[in-house]
């Protein structure tokens, strides 16, 4: 009773990265509740697929909803079983991935089921809490923490009275790791007619076009990222040159992406990517909590500012006090690889 | 029939320029030393709904806001552009609201407006990137939803069909009106004020009837237990303003002797090379 549920994303049968990585977290949270972990998988033709990926994870229980009115993803669908399902089960957490899905049935669910909803938030862990207008104490809540405002605070929410406590993470955020690939977990094939009705298909997907993204900077070695200090898109004309040359990815802070240097998909902090390089290269970015959220795990932290006091300095190995296009094209020149032609 | 289409907006402090002043020592927000603006995927939502307006004879378009009084300047901006009218919702008794919260208010608002054929909003807001108040309103009101949505291609018929991005790409989708879309930032830019709407609207302020109407929570029969704080489930336990642990930091300047030092460093080290 009272599990930690999961809401696992499938593409063409492989679970989604963000979905393993919840897993782990969910069986972190369940071991420190002492309850169950619960996943559910949604989708049509996984029956088969999915089991053997999603035990391993410490899977007590697995319901799998496989139906084509499931497939593609809309909205009603999922919503409905999801939340027919949470009225049966009554999880005390639910886990989903701040992905386009996610952030589309999140909030439809906690809605139908009036309860609180948390968005990309970046920590999860257990604690009590004390309600500072009744007095009234609760144990063992999810403390579900993010950065709120733009990303200069982080605020640590709490659903003190409703269930399920819910709340979505970006992928990258948590770290995936195997339970034991031979944990012992009943899988469930409930029929998905008793959830989900015709009236809630009426959205119907026409075609979709999906591209391999055209940047691999979740994964990159190295990352040079450029903010609103790199003031243009040719600045960053001159970042992705340094990319190159180190066999890096480019990346961008929030603000860089809204003044338009760069497009949205380089984004890196709480409602980007998170990256986890050898070596993070920061030009002109100040280093707001939202971009720290993304890239804080990185090795090695160069950070090129003009400002000799910018926040990102201080989680900075280097700091280089000077203007971004002064700075990088002379790094460009002592690149492993570029020509020596000795100190002018 | 005419089309009645219903724009849900919002004005928030502009997190975009934040500045030292942004937090008081206390760690709270200093709300005073941001601009409060136009909620920047909101004007993008009231845009595809003028153009709507212009493709379809007759069309109205009604505005929609929950806040402070002053809020009310966001509707007046609306009006300049050329949204027909305006609710404003705003009482005491909604402070403190999380989004669902919120979106049971606005549902009540939209159920007393009468259930347009459609209703536009925002993807989020940027004081709080949830994008969570659309679909919760939706839900409230048991209509389907399409989210992120970047262009609108034919409303006809009873249905409207969009193109809206997904993770790594784009979909096209089908869906029946009345329906609730959200719509991202970058899905078009918004008209400038018209000179005209301005000198019209310039001295409208909310009122119980008209062009602007302000409404409290009692005018929406919304139930208080519902509203504002004790209506959300969410509740703040802390909020921090983080210090970065500091790191040992080596502090290098420009200059090219220093810079090639670090990178002949790096590469000894394995980082890069």
Same mark, same amino acid.
């Given at each position: ?19 393993? @990585? ?66 049966? @089960? ?8 701040? #992905? ?43 403390? $579900? ?66 591209? $391999?993204?055209? #940047? ?108 971004? @296009? ?19 | ?273």
């Amino acid at each position: 009773m009272n599990s930690v549920f999961v809401y696992c994303e499938t593409d063409k049968g492989q679970l989604a990265d963000v979905s393993f @990585e919840l897993l782990t977290k969910g069986r972190i949270l369940a071991d420190r509740l002492a309850v169950n972990l619960e996943a559910v998988v949604a989708d049509s033709g996984v029956r088969g697929k999915v089991e053997k990926q999603i035990l391993p994870y410490g899977v007590d229980r697995l319901f799998v909803f496989d139906d084509p009115v499931l497939s593609p993803y809309t909205t009603q669908p999922h919503a409905a079983l999801l939340s027919r399902l949470f009225s049966e @089960e009554q999880p005390q957490i639910c886990l989903m991935g701040a #992905t386009t899905i996610g952030r589309d049935l999140g909030p439809r669910v906690s809605s139908a089921c009036t309860s609180g909803l948390t968005a990309d938030c970046t920590a999860l862990e257990i604690g009590d809490y004390t309600d500072p207008r009744t007095g009234n104490e609760y144990k063992d809540l999810l403390y $579900q923490i993010r950065p709120a405002f733009g990303g200069n605070i982080v605020a640590t929410i709490v659903n003190p009275e409703h269930r399920p406590q819910m709340a979505t993470v970006r992928s990258g955020v948590m770290r995936a790791e195997v339970r034991d690939a031979d944990y012992k977990g009943e899988v469930a094939y409930p029929d998905v007619a008793r959830y989900v009705t015709a009236e809630d298909c009426v959205v119907r997907v026409l075609e979709r076009h999906v591209e $391999q993204l055209p #940047t691999n900077l979740k994964g990159a070695g190295v990352v040079v990222a450029g903010g609103y200090g790199v003031g243009s898109k040719e600045g960053f004309d001159l970042l992705r040159a340094l990319a190159k040359e180190l066999h890096g990815e480019v990346g961008a802070s929030r603000a860089a992406v809204d003044a338009g240097f760069c497009e949205p998909a380089l984004q890196i902090g709480q409602t980007g990517v998170t990256v986890r390089p050898k070596l993070y290269i920061a030009c002109g970015i100040s280093g707001a909590i939202q971009h720290v959220a993304g890239m804080k795990e990185s090795g090695i932290v160069v950070s090129i500012n003009t400002d000799p006091d910018a926040p990102i300095n201080a989680l900075a190995d280097y700091v280089i006090t000077g203007r971004v @296009e002064d700075v990088v094209p002379k790094l460009l020149k002592k690149t492993p690889q570029a020509p020596r032609r000795g100190d002018v | 029939m005419s089309l009645n289409i219903l724009v849900l907006v919002k004005q928030v402090p502009d997190t975009r320029c934040v500045g030292p002043d942004a937090m008081t020592p206390e760690g709270t927000v200093n709300r005073a030393a941001l601009p409060a603006i136009f909620n920047p995927d909101d004007l993008a939502a009231l845009e595809l709904a003028l153009r709507l307006k212009e493709e379809h004879e007759g069309a109205r378009i009604t505005v929609l806001t929950m806040g402070l009084p002053k809020a009310a300047e966001v509707l007046r901006e609306s009006l300049y552009r050329g949204a027909d009218d305006a609710v404003l919702l705003t009482d005491r008794a909604l402070g403190g609201a999380d989004t669902l919260a919120t979106s049971y208010a606005l549902a009540c608002a939209i159920r007393k407006i009468g259930t347009p054929d459609l209703i536009l909003c925002g993807r989020q807001a940027i004081d709080g990137d949830t994008a969570q108040v659309g679909p919760q309103v939706a839900e409230k009101l048991a209509l389907p939803q399409v989210t992120c949505v970047e262009r609108i291609e034919q409303l006809a018929d009873g249905r409207v069909s969009l193109v809206r991005r997904i993770d790594g790409g784009v979909e096209r989708v089908e869906a029946p009106v009345p329906c609730l879309l959200t719509i991202v930032g970058d899905a078009a830019k918004c008209r400038p004020c018209n000179a005209k709407l301005v000198l019209t609207h310039k001295h409208t302020e909310p009122a119980p009837d008209g062009v602007m109407r302000q409404w409290s929570a009692a005018d929406v029969e919304a139930d208080l237990e519902q509203c504002g704080l004790k209506g959300s489930p969410t509740k703040v336990k802390a909020v921090q303003n983080i210090v970065f642990k500091a790191k040992e930091s080596r502090r290098l300047t420009a200059d090219e002797a220093e810079l090639d030092g670090l990178m002949k460093e790096l590469i000894a080290n394995h980082i890069i090379g």
